[in-house]
């Protein structure tokens, strides 16, 4: 038996044309995600090697490689894993992160979830 949680989603929608993923979750709650932002917090070991390498760097730069500008990225296929998260190949070829649904939940963008979210830093 699978147990529910708020962080499970009842409906999870790839809006290709809008470059917005759109989940609705069990709790009734509706983050919206954008594939600019999916793409830059991609939770994936390089993608997270590559970004702390960047907030070290003093100066704030793109990501190295074959990277999207905001507006390029593209979602050209998602499938589940399990049922606790969502994988994505992106338009750049990229396809190692996991997106759980907790993290997914966790980084809601909406107003009401970021103004609740501790402002503490980690790392
Ligand atoms: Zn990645
Ligand atoms: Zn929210």
Redesign the pocket.
């Known amino acids: 038996m699978i147990p529910t949680r708020s962080s499970d989603p009842a409906e999870v929608i790839v809006e290709r044309q809008e470059r917005v993923m759109i989940i609705t979750w069990r709790d009734g709650h509706r983050s919206v995600y954008s594939f600019d932002a999916l793409r830059r917090d991609?939770p994936?070991a390089?993608?997270d090697d590559a970004r702390s390498k960047r907030l070290n760097a003093r100066n704030l730069q793109v990501l190295s490689g074959p990277v999207l500008k905001p507006g390029e990225v593209q979602v050209t296929g998602s499938r589940s894993v399990g049922w606790y998260a969502l994988n994505f190949t992106w338009s750049d070829g990229?396809d190692?992160?996991i997106y759980t649904y907790d993290l997914l939940r966790a980084n809601c963008p909406c107003e009401q979830c970021s103004d609740s979210t501790l402002s503490g830093a980690r790392g």
């Open positions: 991609c994936c390089s993608c990229h190692t992160g």
